[in-house]
């Protein structure tokens, strides 16, 4: 502050008193300025940084979660899709069998009425 006084009094030409008076406003100005130092930004920035890391911890976990039930959906539909593939075969070979049985039906019934067309052709 002894400084700043000299300066006003030597170069500006003020009165003692009220370069005094400068000095001090000067100084309750700075003081109560409450500049950003380095130190203040840095300590400002690692708070940021651990509010995002902890951001970054939670969305993990719920990744992991997610990954965890799309696991389960999967083993789920797999299982389904077993089930239902052995259900399509099931039903394939039940048609398959009813195929076999009308046609076996219909060769039986043709025969059948071969045999009685031939009859009445010979009794007339």
Not at 4 to 17: I, R
Not at 101 to 122: C, D, E, F, K, W
Request: proline share 2%; net charge negative.
């Amino acid at each position: 502050m002894h400084a700043a006084v000299e300066v006003l009094v030597n170069k500006a030409h003020l009165e003692p008193e009220i370069a005094v008076a400068f000095a001090e406003a000067f100084d309750m100005a700075i003081a109560n300025a409450q500049l950003v130092t380095v130190p203040v930004i840095d300590m400002r920035f690692a708070a940021v940084d651990a509010r995002f890391a902890a951001v970054d911890a939670r969305f993990a976990a719920l990744e992991a979660k997610m990954d965890l039930r799309f696991a389960e959906v999967d083993a789920r539909f797999e299982t389904l899709e077993a089930k239902l593939e052995a259900k399509i075969e099931k039903c394939k070979a039940e048609l398959v069998r009813w195929v076999f049985l009308v046609m076996l039906g219909n060769v039986a019934l043709s025969a059948g009425t071969t045999a009685v067309l031939n009859y009445l052709q010979r009794a007339h």
